[in-house]
Each structure stands twice: as structure tokens, then as C-alpha cells.
């Protein structure tokens, strides 16, 4: 299962209100999750079951969408905030990520 | 807290094979399928294999033709990836993580650097 992200880079201001999407090539039903990851780190879980937020993630993340569209919204922009997202789809073998969306400081 | 510590950089010859091994600590050992991942330089992500550390079984992503095993030592609760015949393709940092299918990756070790190079 192909996982396709748009925008591939996105420049945005602290405060701002980005909207990231991903779309599958079929059908995977909720069985998406959201990763963060900064320059040399391991990527963090942010939403799974793609609408659930994970424990700890602050509540300005958020993740709808079902079966072949999903989205990632952070409703204001932070400066923590700046690094990579990448989707996952959990729903078949092998597991698949989207290429990633980088978002950087306007 | 749960952990996954992984062993250090590697650096290897064409052809030779590398074994990274994930520490798991913090939580039942057995409760919960260890996935491996790996990133190539400026990449995104890739799924490699996964393991059922309470039965031993696995599965890996048929693109490694067979390249990859993946075994566990319960008593040290430690996961090993070994990855055979390798390429300059295969340089990337590797990832261990727990997973499951309905709650995702919550649980990433910190990343081993393997370097292929003649």
C-alpha cells in the first residue's frame, strides 16, 4: 500500500494552522498513525488509529479521516513544532510510510 | 519507563553481514510484537521485519529476499536484527520499535548508524 503525503515541504509562522494530508492507495480503514521527527532523532507517535492522540501530545495536534484520505492538523504552530511528519499505515503487511511532510519556520 | 536501547554504529564491508540488538525494558517483554525500521540518508522511512518475542515468530518485507532474520533472547529481554549481504543501499540508521496494529509505534529506540563502505 502506497502512502502518497502533499505537501512534501511546507514554510509556516509560529501561530499558524497547517493542515498535512495523506492519502492510501486502498482502502486501510482507521489503521493510520502520525509521526514527528527532529534531525537525528527517533520519530514520535503523535495520533494512531488515525484520530486518537496519543498520551503526553499536546491537544493542538489532531488526525481525522478514514479508509484512503487522512489528515494531520496542528491548529497553531509552535516553535517546537518544526521538523518532519510522516504517516503510517498499520492496516497490511508490509508496513508503509508516506515520504514525509517537513515543516519549516517562514 | 519504558525503554529500547540499541546497540552502537556500525561500520561494515560490502558483502559482510551486521547484528543490532534492542534492550527492551520497562514492561512485559512478551506482551508486545518488537518491528524493525530503517532510514537511508535524507529518506523516509522503511518497515523491514517484525517479532512475536513471546513465540519467536516473524515476518519481514519480502523486498530483503530473505536477507533479514530477527530473533530474541527472552531471558535478557533483547531483540536482534541481522542483515545479510550487504550493500551501500543498506546504509541507513536502524530503528527498533513496539508496535501494534491498532495503537501504532509508541516506542522507538534512539538508532543505529550502519555504514557500508569498501
Known amino acids: 500500500i502506497q502512502l502518497t503525503q502533499s505537501p512534501s515541504f511546507l514554510s509556516a509562522s509560529v501561530g499558524d494552522r497547517v493542515t498535512i494530508t495523506c492519502r492510501a492507495s486502498q482502502d486501510i480503514s482507521s489503521y493510520l498513525a502520525w509521526y514527528q521527527q527532529k534531525p537525528g532523532k527517533a520519530p514520535k507517535l503523535l495520533i494512531y488509529?488515525?484520530?486518537t492522540l496519543q498520551n503526553g501530545v499536546p491537544s493542538r495536534f489532531s488526525g481525522s479521516g478514514s479508509g484512503t484520505e487522512f489528515t494531520l492538523t496542528i491548529s497553531s504552530l509552535q516553535p517546537e513544532d518544526f521538523a518532519t511528519y510522516s504517516c503510517?499505515?498499520?492496516?497490511?503487511?508490509?508496513?508503509?510510510f508516506g515520504g514525509g511532510t517537513k515543516v519549516e519556520i517562514k | 519507563q519504558v525503554q529500547l536501547v540499541q546497540s552502537g554504529t556500525e561500520v561494515k564491508k560490502p558483502g559482510a553481514s551486521v547484528k543490532v540488538s534492542c534492550k527492551a525494558s520497562?514492561?512485559?517483554?512478551?506482551?508486545?510484537?518488537i518491528h524493525w525500521m530503517r532510514q537511508a540518508p535524507g529518506q523516509g522511512l522503511e518497515w523491514m521485519a517484525w517479532?512475536?518475542?513471546?513465540?519467536?515468530?516473524?515476518n519481514d518485507a519480502q523486498k530483503f529476499q530473505g536477507r533479514v532474520s530477527v530473533t530474541r533472547d527472552p531471558s535478557i529481554a533483547t531483540v536482534y536484527m541481522e542483515l545479510r549481504r550487504l550493500t551501500s543501499d543498506d546504509t541507513a540508521v536502524y530503528y527498533c520499535?513496539?508496535?501494534?496494529?491498532?495503537?501504532?509505534?509508541?516506542?522507538w529506540g534512539q538508532g543505529t548508524l550502519v555504514t557500508v563502505s569498501s
Open positions: 520497562g514492561y512485559m517483554f512478551t506482551s508486545f510484537y
Open positions: 503510517q499505515q498499520l492496516n497490511t503487511y508490509p508496513l508503509t
Open positions: 520499535a513496539r508496535c501494534t496494529h491498532a495503537s501504532g509505534c509508541d516506542y
Open positions: 517479532i512475536n518475542p513471546y513465540t519467536g515468530g516473524t
Open positions: 488509529a488515525a484520530s
